[in-house]
């Protein structure tokens, strides 16, 4: 079984800051790791993804993601807030060891970024 | 590339209404997944299809819903008859093989009266 979770509700940061969104993880083969994000009233957008290769992972929009073998986690990242940034923010795993294994989402984490 | 193609966008219908939902995935991904999204729930795996063939349907609420994929560029979604309880925003999303990376459509959100 795999799974995900997202400990925060809700991040607030104020534009400017670093901004941090945390996400642990769970499974038993390899860990396909991914970002995506949700701005209302429209589908999830990739941001980022592990595979295999450097524990920091760059994607779109200046968002990052270090893996964290020991600690099972992916937590996202940026150097500076924009209130542009503000949306709903899913963490998801596959097992990269299994053909049919399909993404788990976790529950989602609201970043609200403030002027 | 257009992305993957949802419709309708919105649809408003009343309890015991037949549903269909329509999909179609970005040109080359073989695999096609159906999602539903609601606030209490949040994201839910219904179905999930690989070259065409239904892989992984244990996320299919009743048999009120069905998932039919008859080629590579279109999909849908039945809910017959339809519920309260069935309103949601259902999502469409595709990946290419093998298992890559999942692309959304924009979804469709259902008001079932």
């Known amino acids: 079984a795999q799974s995900v979770a997202q400990p925060e509700d809700q991040v607030n940061v104020a534009e400017g800051n670093p901004l941090t969104v945390k996400c642990t993880y769970s499974v038993s083969g390899n860990p396909y790791l991914f970002w995506y994000v949700q701005y209302p009233n429209r589908g999830l957008q990739f941001l980022l993804k592990y595979i295999t290769g450097d524990n920091l992972v760059k994607g779109s929009y200046g968002f990052e993601a270090e893996f964290n073998k020991s600690q099972t986690s992916f937590h996202l990242k940026k150097p500076s807030a924009l209130v542009s940034d503000s949306a709903l923010y899913f963490c998801a795993v596959r097992d990269g060891n299994s053909g049919y294994s399909t993404l788990t989402f976790g529950k989602g984490t609201m970043l609200l970024v403030s002027p | 590339d257009a992305g993957v193609i949802q419709s309708p966008r919105h649809e408003v219908t009343e309890m015991g209404q037949e549903v269909t939902l329509r999909c179609k995935p970005i040109s080359g991904h073989n695999s096609l997944f159906w999602y539903r999204q609601t606030m209490m729930r949040g994201l839910e795996l219904l179905i999930y299809f690989n070259n065409n063939v239904p892989i992984d349907d244990s996320g299919m609420p009743e048999d009120r819903f069905s998932a039919k994929m008859p080629n590579a560029s279109f999909s849908t979604l039945k809910i017959q008859p339809s519920e309260p309880r069935d309103s949601a925003v259902y999502f469409c999303?595709?990946?290419?093989?093998?298992?890559?990376?999942?692309?959304f459509g924009p979804g469709t959100r259902l008001t079932v009266l």
């Open positions: 999303a595709s990946s290419p093989p093998p298992l890559g990376t999942q692309y």
